[in-house]
């Protein structure tokens, strides 16, 4: 029921921001092309650390997401590392579009919902899991990654299928910066008007 209605929820919420990016325009190009390089390289940075996240997740979660108890990899450093490298790919691409306004409604967003999300799975996997989610929840953070607890074993055994099909998700935030391009591309050919600035 969480993970549908938190699908349904991002969908909402990644179409109101398609919105704004459609039809805006950033006076940074204009008024200060270092604002918007600065914004677009910052983005590009972000979005590339997400994606490698992303992908280094997916080794240890693809086919074990809900039978075991992940705790190696980037789930050693925090229990939710998924989330942690998809906000920081939600904010590159938000950067990307050279404004300020969309990567802070992204992160407040993000802070408003994600919480509640985070908190209802970790119910579900106390009573999948039981005093061992416990004892991983005492010991591990929730969100931002603590770099000296990283444990990673010398072999891990990675299910290819089911990994073969998680990396298309892992690339979600490049495809979105490549929108951004053509977007960008579409209103400096006029074929998609501007109604409003975004800064």
Known sequence: MIEKSRIIVSRIFAGFLFFLVCFSNS??????PMVASILLFLGAVLVGIASIGRLWCSV??????????????PYSMCRNPLYFFSLLGAIGVGLASETFLIPLLILIAFTAYYPFVIKSEEEEMIKIHKSNFETYLKNVPA???KISLLKEPAQYTVKPIIFRQHMFDTLFFIWLFGLLAVIQELHESKLIPLLFNIY
């Open 27 to 32: 006076p940074w190009e204009a008024k200060a």
């Open 60 to 73: 240890y979660i693809a086919g074990y997401k809900t039978g075991s108890l992940v705790t190696q990899g």
């Open 143 to 145: 969100f931002f990654p």
